[in-house]
């Protein structure tokens, strides 16, 4: 039967046929129903029709089958058909059975048939619209599962009251690594997914907006891989609960971008700056703007004024008003964001401003645009900055391009990123198109030297006065002194080196030890071997010395020839100088005695050096027949000499290339020689200040300078260290610390100066200072004013709690509460560490620190112990903070505490401080974890901080208690940072 699609179908069963009528007749008398009667519920159930039907009514007492009957059987075929249920039987048993069955509703027969029958048609009504509305349910729900697991963004439904997991897609168990069922039932905390700070944030963040959108935060996944995500959150209803629906697209790959690019700003800028950025929204419609109040004093406009687009638009500069409409007009159209930079003028004071704008649009449901929201920034600061720092970089680049020493820049692996001129000239690269492609180990005649001088770098990040031999692409060989430090070059950590050329100083050195040697062993041949051989290559004499130097006799040397005497080493030379020698007496020249070493090998089966003089011998024709030589043992010479040659290598280098200004001096205060760097640095020369006393020379600032603690020194080696101001060669002073030490020279205890400029260092550390005390000041102000909206948030939800009933409210109040005492902490314990490392370590004697009124107190009922003695540390004023956290720790962890102890080791030059309780101790995988930020049950704050602050001083901390036990604290103090004092 078709009916009008506005009418509801209904079947009446009943076995009252007058009853039957008169329902319908009622039921269809405002054109709401459309009533099929029929006096047996069986053939109902027979005829096979019933899904026709919208809704049923029956009556409970019937012949063949009656209504709970009928309706179990309804049920059990169509189990979302309205049943109502219309009898003259109320008893309380009949109702139970029937609800029990799934009824919708019951209802008696009896009393005004009229009021009787409009109450039926209600519940029909009722009952047809609720089954639609669960079926729609159903049927939404359905298709929202199907979405969600659909979805290609990690996604998660948990219950908003707990943040447990009921349900999560696909995307979430395969980005993250999880399985359905380590998933379920547990929250984003308990799986690792987000730390305990960022969950905070975002359930702040929900809290006050009732919904996330786009928050950027990251999640970790069952692996700790980290990911860059964007976090959406909304509240859901399902089933009657509410639940909290998360989506977060994977944005690792960007975020990692971005990070990049940021840090390398970051290493530009080299400073602090605090972002104006102030939000807004312009409807498109009034066209008139919401603005936050930042961008009211951005803009320079009053707060709270009625602010129209064209009012913005007349603050745009004029160059740039055109471009602005432009980029406008083209969002409005594509409907795509736009982000650029422009230029406003301020109404009050006319100043241009930098701004970087960004817009997205809103669209209503037919797709056109109604809202345009956005957000400015300030980048004037960072306009400057970015101009000043191309200037500085334009300063930097002609100094060194005109520097007179060789400068390069390279980065650690040796790739070549610059070469100054002089550089370019040294190392030979005037042809060179792309200087990137050299790589400058390439010149490195031992390479080993190079990894040599990377380590020393790494190790002191700077390093002078490194001697170095090169050799260029041409053969050629060069000699340089090298100085090389750590810096940052186009984004990367590089090395600028400078390099002084030597070259022909050590060729000098060279040729100077030549001719020493060849002196000395023409003039000192008591213990030489004195030979003569023919030409065949025999001996024909051999001093006795030669059973010194090899062990053999000069009967055994005879014996054999010539080649047998030498190492196989030396035999090709010995060789080319014998025929050399034979083919230029061929050619009728008097060829001069050769100098050469050879290795000679000895009958124990050492060998040894020997230095060798031979010349030729002849007859009185002037025909060659042999040949004289001496053979002098130099095998320690060779060793003393090369230890001597890098000793005065060493000081000559140290002495003449050091920038620093040196002096030696006698005991009296008479100056014997001083360097280049100070005839730099005072503008007088050596030869001008020689045999001079120092206090005359006129270079300290204070007149009154005594020097008797400089001409000072002892035989110990020690170098004693003070600061002085003295006077430059432009008469300004400057202040610098000089190293003191004791030098021999020709038998004389004498004293060497070396005067380092700290007049930068002094500064530095002034600015450093001071730029700590201003940060200082506004930290405490920040820290105040957000105390005190804590407080007043705080106060707030206190008084809410006593004007609300519903339990649920209080709870949430109770949450912000809790957030607010959190923050509040947080805020304190800024303040407890501002002032961590900032002043000098000193010595401590632990004993005292332990029984501080602050460590005791917080102790009580506890046993505390004590086995220190007079045990003292070197370390940060804040031990006694690290003492007092370790004992907190304890008393507001510890399982059934009963005791703590202090005691210490000895292991060899170092001591451990150790800290003991009883109070169930760490588990093994946390061991390592717990000194990580962010890690435990409350802020996380405690021992993390504990690390760093005895870091501050080269302390280490580790825990190596028994888990059930208690926990054990091991703190290495190293050699020189500990003392046992007296009592």
């Not at 507001?892 to 210490?904: A, D, E, K, Q, W």
Request: glycine share 6%.
């Amino acid at each position: 039967m078709e009916m009008e699609n506005n009418m509801i179908h209904i079947l009446y069963v009943d076995d009252e046929e007058i009853l039957l009528d008169l329902a319908k007749i009622f039921l269809e008398r405002n054109g709401e129903f459309s009533v099929d009667i029929s006096l047996s519920a069986d053939e109902i159930i027979k005829s096979g029709n019933i899904s026709s039907y919208d809704a049923i009514i029956s009556d409970y007492m019937m012949p063949e089958m009656d209504g709970i009957e009928f309706l179990k059987a309804i049920r059990s075929q169509y189990p979302d058909i309205p049943f109502i249920l219309f009898t003259g039987r109320g008893r309380e048993e009949i109702v139970i059975e029937a609800i029990n069955h799934g009824v919708d509703f019951y209802l008696q027969k009896g009393g005004d048939p009229k009021a009787q029958f409009a109450e039926l048609g209600h519940k029909v009504e009722q009952a047809v619209k609720r089954r639609k509305i669960e079926k729609e349910l159903i049927n939404s729900e359905k298709r929202f599962n199907q979405i969600f697991q659909a979805n290609h963004s990690i996604a998660g439904l948990s219950e908003l009251s707990s943040g447990r997991f009921v349900d999560v897609n696909e995307a979430f168990l395969k980005r993250l690594f999880f399985t359905r069922e380590e998933v379920i039932g547990k929250t984003f905390l308990e799986l690792g997914i987000l730390t305990e700070e960022t969950q905070t944030e975002l359930l702040k963040s929900l809290n006050e907006a009732g919904y996330l959108h786009n928050l950027e935060v990251n999640f970790f996944t069952k692996t700790n891989d980290l990911l860059y995500v964007l976090v959406s959150a909304d509240i859901i209803s399902s089933s009657g609960e509410d639940l909290l629906l998360v989506q977060a697209t994977d944005i690792t790959k960007r975020s990692l971008a971005e990070e990049k690019m940021k840090q390398t700003l970051e290493n530009l800028e080299k400073t602090q700056r605090i972002a104006r950025i102030g939000n807004w929204s312009l409807d498109l419609k009034t066209r008139q703007y919401s603005a936050s109040d930042e961008l009211y004093h951005m803009f320079g406009l009053p707060l709270g004024s009625v602010v129209g687009y064209d009012l913005i638009a007349d603050l745009i500069h004029p160059q740039d008003r055109p471009r602005m409409r432009e980029i406008f007009k083209t969002a409005l159209k594509t409907g795509l964001p736009y982000n650029t930079e422009m230029r406003i003028v301020l109404p009050s004071t006319g100043e241009e401003r930098y701004i970087t704008t960004i817009g997205e649009l809103e669209v209503d449901n037919e797709g056109k645009p109604i809202r345009v929201f956005g957000v400015n920034q300030d980048i004037t600061e960072l306009k400057m900055t970015s101009c000043a720092l191309m200037e500085y970089e334009i300063q930097f680049q002609q100094i060194i391009d005109n520097f007179p020493v060789s400068i390069t820049i390279v980065t650690i692996n040796g790739n070549l990123l610059y070469a100054n001129p002089q550089a370019i000239k040294l190392f030979e690269l005037e042809g060179v198109r792309e200087l990137t492609s050299i790589m400058i180990h390439d010149f490195w005649t031992n390479p080993k030297e190079r990894k040599d001088w990377i380590e020393k770098l790494k190790d002191k990040n700077i390093v002078t006065d490194y001697e170095v031999e090169f050799s260029l692409s041409s053969g050629k060989r060069i000699w340089a002194i090298l100085f090389g430090i750590f810096i940052s070059f186009k984004g990367k950590k590089c090395i600028l080196s400078a390099h002084h050329n030597i070259t022909d100083r050590k060729l000098a050195e060279e040729e100077l030890k030549k001719s020493e040697e060849r002196y000395r062993f023409i003039t000192d041949n008591s213990t030489d071997v004195i030979w003569t051989m023919n030409l065949d290559g025999w001996f024909t004499f051999v001093s006795p010395s030669v059973y010194h130097l090899r062990g053999y006799t000069p009967e055994e040397v005879i014996e054999k020839p010539v080649i047998d005497a030498i190492s196989p080493g030396s035999v090709s030379l010995t060789m080319q100088i014998m025929n050399s020698t034979i083919e230029k007496v061929k050619t009728g020249l008097r060829p001069e005695p050769e100098f050469f070493e050879v290795e000679q090998p000895c009958k124990d089966g050492s060998t040894v050096w020997t230095e060798v003089v031979a010349k030729s011998l002849h007859d009185k024709h002037n025909n060659i027949i042999g040949f004289l030589g001496i053979s002098r043992d130099i095998t320690k010479r060779r060793v003393y000499e090369q230890a001597l040659k890098e000793s005065e290598q060493k000081f000559i280098s140290i002495f003449n290339q050091t920038p620093d200004p040196i002096l030696i001096i006698d005991a009296k205060g008479t100056i014997i020689e001083v360097n280049k760097g100070f005839e730099e640095i005072f503008g007088t020369f050596n030869t001008e200040i020689t045999g001079k006393n120092l206090k005359n020379i006129g270079i300290f600032a204070d007149d009154e300078q005594e020097i008797s603690p400089l001409a000072s020194v002892t035989k110990d080696g020690k170098v004693n260290r003070t600061e002085i101001e003295f006077i430059n060669k432009n008469n300004s002073p400057f202040y610098a610390e000089v190293a003191i030490s004791s030098i021999n020279i020709q038998k004389q205890l004498c004293t060497l100066l070396q005067i380092h400029d700290i007049n930068e260092i002094k500064h530095a550390h002034d600015a450093v200072k001071s730029a700590n005390h201003k940060l200082n000041i506004l930290s405490s102000i920040t820290r105040h004013d957000i105390l005190n909206r804590v407080m007043i948030a705080s106060l707030y939800s206190e008084e809410m709690k006593e004007m609300v009933t519903d339990k649920k409210l209080i709870k949430y109040l109770d949450v912000i509460n809790k957030t607010s005492s959190n923050i509040a902490r947080l805020i304190n314990l800024t303040k407890e560490y501002q002032d961590l490392g900032t002043s000098a370590p000193v010595w401590q004697r632990v004993e005292t620190l332990i029984h501080e009124e602050t460590i005791t107190g917080l102790a009580q009922g506890i046993f505390l112990q004590s086995e220190l003695e007079n045990l003292e540390i070197y370390a940060d004023l804040m031990l006694e903070k690290v003492l007092y956290n370790l004992v907190d720790n304890s008393v507001r962890h510890g399982n059934n505490l009963t005791s703590i102890n202090f005691s210490y080791q000895i292991k060899g030059n170092d001591c451990i401080l150790v800290y003991e309780d009883d109070g169930g101790g760490v588990l093994e995988k946390d061991k390592m974890r717990i000194f990580e930020r962010g890690f435990g049950k409350n802020t996380g704050m405690g021992l993390f901080l504990i690390g760093e602050i005895l870091s501050i001083t080269g302390i280490k901390i580790s825990e190596t208690g028994t888990y059930g036990k208690g926990v054990r604290f091991e703190m290495l103090v190293l050699a020189g940072k500990w003392r046992i004092g007296i009592n």
